[in-house]
């Protein structure tokens, strides 16, 4: 059964304000600051400005049990969380004319607050509404609308900065938020599908904070559990390692902000968005565990490149056709392993397992940005360079896949959990 154009549509629009946030500050953050002389250490520990994302399933349970029966369970946290996102961005963008980095980085840091609590109600949302048959098709309109997000703020709007300026780039986010909350505001919140747990909040269907955390300890006690979360979390270390080094070694190697934004922020996301296409059809035709190995398995040829740019020069072709594939193959692989973590949710917890599986894949990445700028800076760090850290990040890449032989053992969940592995 083919998912309605408008839930689709909902969804890609939220993902889409959730990645503004972590588009400027993947791609436009990091090329500012090594263009400052910023050293790769410091870069490298950009990524805790990413942390309520880790940590947003100490909060889940609350978005999870409580909500507005009359509002609607999800879209009452939806709602305001768009609006503390778009304030946040227009105070960011007084911190950008007056030049404030340490104000700004505190206010990014708040964004992401904001959008990964938004993230908890909408994962929810996707959880409560998605059939089987329709978690490929869902999370491309997930994946899609953020990388959209992504590319608006690290690309797009990183290009027009020439001429809008910092403020402006942050006066067009909250701009794009607040179009967002409007839609948002009228949209009609459907009760969940029949395969869905209970969506009014009564003291009969939702369960006590015992039985919620008793029930999300079974579900993490379930055997293959434990391969289950290392399949998660190692999944993306390796390409982590490579991507946090990327643009400063685009810089160091002559490259100008605007080419970088252009070729990295703009045509790479724009290769993720049908990369994430790709994986959402993949997902959808072929077992998901098995497009998650397929994707993985082309995800290396670029990481491959990575390193061959850094041992043996560079040149434009090769930039631009090392960051093509490496969104496209990295994007395909996002959403079918997002897709496969749907699909081992235990739908009565929906939310709060999800967005414990999600908080693991990011704690995964998190060691990937410190280690890495620690590892190649020859001022404060071991010095190594470029090179080998890339190097090391494919092989870590390749080390991925043996993990796929233990998790083809896993086929079979239990009845509370959708699987379509």
């Known amino acids: 059964m083919r998912l309605p154009s408008s839930r689709l549509a909902l969804l890609c629009m939220l993902y889409f304000v959730q990645g503004l946030p972590f588009g400027f500050q993947a791609t436009a953050l990091p090329v500012y600051l090594r263009s400052q002389g910023v050293s790769l250490t410091t870069i490298g520990l950009l990524g805790a400005l990413w942390l309520p994302w880790a940590l947003k399933a100490l909060w889940a349970p609350l978005v999870d049990r409580y909500g507005s029966a009359r509002i609607g369970r999800r879209k009452s946290w939806i709602l305001p969380m768009q609006a503390g996102l778009a304030a946040s961005c227009a105070a960011a963008a007084i911190a950008a004319s007056r030049d404030a980095l340490p104000a700004l980085l505190a206010l990014v840091f708040l964004m992401n607050l904001f959008a990964a609590t938004q993230d908890i109600a909408v994962d929810g949302f996707a959880v409560d509404t998605l059939r089987p048959s329709e978690l490929g098709l869902g999370n491309t309109a997930q994946v899609v609308g953020y990388k959209l997000g992504m590319l608006t703020g690290g690309?797009?709007?990183?290009?027009?900065?020439?001429?809008?300026?910092?403020?402006?780039?942050?006066?067009?986010?909250?701009?794009?938020?607040?179009?967002?909350?409007?839609?948002?505001?009228?949209?009609?919140?459907?009760?969940?599908?029949?395969?869905?747990?209970?969506?009014?909040?009564?003291?009969?269907?939702?369960?006590?904070?015992?039985?919620?955390?008793?029930?999300?300890?079974?579900?993490?006690?379930?055997?293959?559990?434990?391969?289950?979360?290392?399949?998660?979390?190692?999944?993306?270390?390796?390409?982590?390692?490579?991507?946090?080094?990327?643009?400063?070694?685009?810089?160091?190697?002559?490259?100008?902000?605007?080419?970088?934004?252009?070729?990295?922020?703009?045509?790479?996301?724009?290769?993720?968005?049908?990369g994430s296409l790709a994986g959402g059809l993949l997902a959808s035709r072929m077992p998901l565990l098995g497009a998650v190995g397929l994707t993985a398995s082309l995800r290396v040829i670029p990481l491959v490149g990575r390193w061959l740019l850094a041992t043996g020069g560079v040149t434009d072709a090769g930039v631009i056709g090392v960051t093509m594939a490496e969104e496209l193959f990295g994007g395909a692989l996002t959403t079918v392993m997002f897709a496969f973590m749907m699909s081992r949710v235990d739908r009565r917890i929906g939310a709060t397992h999800y967005t414990l599986l999600a908080s693991m894949e990011v704690w995964g990445k998190a060691p990937a940005g410190p280690l890495a700028g620690w590892l190649a800076d020859a001022k404060h760090g071991l010095g190594l360079g470029y090179a080998p850290v890339f190097l090391l990040g494919t092989v870590l890449s390749v080390a991925f896949l043996v993990l796929l032989v233990p998790m083809r053992r896993q086929k079979h969940a239990p009845s509370t959990t959708l699987n379509t592995a």
């Open 155 to 274: 690309g797009l709007l990183v290009w027009a900065s020439a001429r809008i300026g910092w403020s402006g780039l942050f006066v067009a986010m909250a701009l794009l938020c607040l179009a967002v909350f409007m839609v948002m505001l009228f949209a009609r919140e459907s009760p969940p599908e029949a395969h869905a747990a209970p969506s009014t909040p009564t003291a009969r269907q939702e369960p006590d904070w015992r039985e919620l955390f008793q029930r999300l300890k079974k579900a993490l006690l379930l055997p293959g559990a434990g391969w289950l979360l290392l399949f998660i979390t190692t999944y993306k270390l390796g390409e982590s390692m490579s991507d946090v080094l990327f643009k400063p070694f685009l810089v160091d190697a002559g490259f100008t902000a605007a080419q970088i934004g252009l070729w990295v922020g703009t045509w790479g996301t724009g290769a993720s968005v049908v």
